[in-house]
């Protein structure tokens, strides 16, 4: 039996990370104490993931109703009420959040409440009291980065935080940084009818992902008439009589009444005492080797400060990963480039695998094929009147390696495109299977079926 304050896992942070290698260590039987300061679930589910996707929606029936004539219904947009808005979003959030509660409950997990530091390789104490682990799994997650030079008031220029709680729709915007948060909110904002403008130092947005999908990603929010300036550096905001101006590399200045910084996320792992105990930290994230052990006694590590996608579902892999681990059932190793990506912007971006030049890079670019479906020619996405298309990578004579998805619910189809990279599927193996019609899940399909040299709806 345990002795009071000593568990087979002390876990340090409750996000994606921490909760899941607490609800599956929980399930294998072994004692946890999951340690956090603010509230049960992290980031995601209180100022990332879900909030965000509750505006996204409440934005896509905001262009639903705007573009309603095209489909012949007549709606007029009256307006955004945020106070409605924000009520839904909290609402949505507040129902998981009790939910998790339960869970956590249920399954008798020891909840610390308060600020923890890692006091000696087995023990993190919080308030003076001391929580000791026969394991350690740190979980602490990250915070917005802001560069030199930019301060960030929570009035005139704000974090992702911060702009999930506005009151209102700003009338301008400008969005610093054109990755994922910077392309989802300026997605939003613009639906609520907001003028905005992305600033991005590289050449193209969404740079991450495959360089046909930025390009389409583009195309798509010039006809939304959202602004973007990409390849040139910030230099500096200056506030206005009513907003900011930012300066960007050459002199040119943007104006608008907020400013969102959007510039990547860093690990929270400063004062923590992870140092101090040995364990070894890059640029402020944690190392660790491929089974997430940091090489310091018997200390993990999970989530957003291990060096690699800052992704929830990431998070909830590693959880369990590590949890599996220690009760010592042999967990296969976490492969990130099978882990599915979406960006749920308007087009949405969905991703596996690797891009194109990431495939040319790792096999040679004479044994790369490539085939790209246009949504043109998928009978549900007409009727959804979207456009984008799928994109598929395969070694020559192997399996596919890549899947890129843009256009509207592309999201939902990265859970076929993540089997077929992780069973590594050949594309004649997957043009066997009968894809419903219709659907846009027929638009994997049919690339498929043009990959193996058998295409229906389009040109091999
Ligand atoms: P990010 O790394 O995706 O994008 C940051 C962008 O800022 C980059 O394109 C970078 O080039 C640009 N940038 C950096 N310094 C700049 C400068 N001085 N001037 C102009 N541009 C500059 O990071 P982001 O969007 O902040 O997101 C943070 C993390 O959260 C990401 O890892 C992301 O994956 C995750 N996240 C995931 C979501 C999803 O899965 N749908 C949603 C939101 C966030």
């Given at each position: 039996?345990?002795?009071?304050?000593?568990?087979?896992?002390?876990?340090?942070?409750?996000?994606?990370?921490?909760?899941?290698?607490?609800?599956?260590?929980?399930?294998?039987?072994?004692?946890?104490?999951?340690?956090?300061?603010?509230?049960?679930?992290?980031?995601?589910?209180?100022?990332?993931?879900?909030?965000?996707?509750?505006?996204?929606?409440?934005?896509?029936?905001?262009?639903?109703?705007?573009?309603?004539?095209?489909?012949?219904?007549?709606?007029?947009?009256?307006?955004?009420?945020?106070?409605?808005?924000?009520?839904?979003?909290?609402?949505?959030?507040?129902?998981?959040?009790?939910?998790?509660?339960?869970?956590?409950?249920?399954?008798?997990?020891?909840?610390?409440?308060?600020?923890?530091?890692?006091?000696?390789?087995?023990?993190?104490?919080?308030?003076?009291?001391?929580?000791?682990?026969?394991?350690?799994?740190?979980a602490t997650g990250s915070y917005s980065r802001s560069l030199p030079g930019?301060?960030?008031?929570?009035?005139?220029?704000?974090?992702?935080?911060?702009?999930?709680?506005?009151?209102?729709?700003?009338?301008?915007?400008?969005?610093?940084?054109?990755?994922?948060?910077?392309?989802?909110?300026?997605?939003?904002?613009?639906?609520?009818?907001?003028?905005?403008?992305?600033?991005?130092?590289?050449?193209?947005?969404?740079?991450?992902?495959?360089?046909?999908?930025?390009?389409?990603?583009?195309?798509?929010?010039?006809?939304?008439?959202?602004?973007?300036?990409?390849?040139?550096?910030?230099?500096?905001?200056?506030?206005?009589?009513?907003?900011?101006?930012?300066?960007?590399?050459?002199?040119?200045?943007?104006?608008?009444?907020?400013?969102?910084?959007?510039?990547?996320?860093?690990?929270?792992?400063?004062?923590?005492?992870?140092?101090?105990?040995?364990?070894?930290?890059?640029?402020?994230?944690?190392?660790?080797?491929?089974?997430?052990?940091?090489?310091?006694?018997?200390?993990?590590?999970?989530?957003?400060?291990?060096?690699?996608?800052?992704?929830?579902?990431?998070?909830?892999?590693?959880?369990?990963?590590?949890?599996?681990?220690?009760?010592?059932?042999?967990?296969?190793?976490?492969?990130?480039?099978?882990?599915?990506?979406?960006?749920?912007?308007?087009?949405?971006?969905?991703?596996?695998?690797?891009?194109?030049?990431?495939?040319?890079?790792?096999?040679?670019?004479?044994?790369?094929?490539?085939?790209?479906?246009?949504?043109?020619?998928?009978?549900?996405?007409?009727?959804?009147?979207?456009?984008?298309?799928?994109?598929?990578?395969?070694?020559?004579?192997?399996?596919?390696?890549?899947?890129?998805?843009?256009?509207?619910?592309?999201?939902?189809?990265?859970?076929?495109?993540?089997?077929?990279?992780?069973?590594?599927?050949?594309?004649?193996?997957?043009?066997?299977?009968?894809?419903?019609?219709?659907?846009?899940?027929?638009?994997?399909?049919?690339?498929?079926?043009?990959?193996?040299?058998?295409?229906?709806?389009?040109?091999?």
């Amino acid at each position: 039996m345990s002795q009071p304050n000593t568990f087979d896992i002390v876990i340090l942070g409750a996000g994606s990370g921490g909760y899941a290698a607490a609800l599956r260590a929980a399930e294998l039987g072994l004692t946890v104490a999951l340690i956090d300061k603010a509230e049960l679930g992290g980031t995601c589910l209180h100022r990332g993931c879900i909030p965000t996707k509750a505006l996204l929606h409440a934005a896509e029936l905001a262009d639903q109703t705007r573009e309603s004539e095209q489909f012949g219904v007549k709606a007029d947009l009256v307006g955004i009420d945020m106070a409605g808005v924000n009520s839904y979003k909290d609402g949505v959030v507040g129902r998981l959040y009790k939910g998790l509660q339960g869970l956590l409950k249920q399954d008798k997990i020891t909840i610390v409440q308060g600020a923890g530091k890692l006091v000696a390789q087995d023990t993190v104490e919080v308030d003076g009291q001391r929580y000791t682990g026969r394991n350690v799994i740190l979980a602490t997650g990250s915070y917005s980065r802001s560069l030199p030079g930019l301060e960030v008031d929570g009035k005139r220029v704000l974090t992702s935080e911060h702009a999930l709680k506005l009151d209102r729709v700003p009338s301008s915007a400008i969005v610093l940084g054109g990755g994922v948060i910077g392309v989802e909110f300026a997605s939003v904002w613009k639906s609520f009818g907001a003028d905005v403008t992305i600033l991005e130092a590289l050449p193209r947005l969404v740079a991450a992902e495959d360089a046909d999908i930025s390009k389409q990603v583009e195309r798509a929010f010039r006809k939304r008439k959202i602004n973007f300036k990409v390849g040139k550096p910030f230099e500096k905001v200056e506030h206005t009589e009513n907003g900011v101006r930012a300066t960007i590399q050459g002199g040119e200045t943007v104006e608008a009444e907020i400013l969102l910084v959007a510039v990547g996320r860093g690990p929270t792992t400063q004062d923590l005492g992870y140092e101090q105990q040995g364990v070894r930290l890059d640029r402020g994230f944690v190392l660790t080797n491929e089974r997430l052990h940091t090489g310091v006694g018997n200390i993990y590590a999970v989530g957003d400060i291990v060096p690699g996608l800052q992704l929830a579902h990431r998070g909830f892999a590693q959880g369990i990963f590590v949890a599996e681990e220690i009760a010592g059932l042999n967990p296969a190793v976490i492969d990130e480039a099978g882990i599915p990506r979406v960006t749920y912007s308007d087009p949405e971006v969905a991703s596996v695998g690797l891009t194109e030049e990431k495939a040319k890079e790792k096999y040679g670019a004479d044994k790369v094929t490539t085939y790209n479906y246009n949504l043109g020619g998928n009978g549900k996405s007409q009727i959804l009147k979207t456009q984008g298309f799928v994109k598929l990578i395969r070694t020559v004579d192997g399996p596919v390696v890549g899947v890129h998805m843009v256009g509207a619910r592309m999201g939902e189809l990265v859970s076929e495109a993540q089997l077929i990279y992780n069973w590594e599927a050949f594309p004649e193996e997957v043009a066997q299977l009968v894809h419903a019609h219709p659907t846009q899940s027929e638009a994997l399909g049919e690339a498929h079926l043009a990959l193996a040299g058998k295409p229906l709806h389009a040109h091999s």
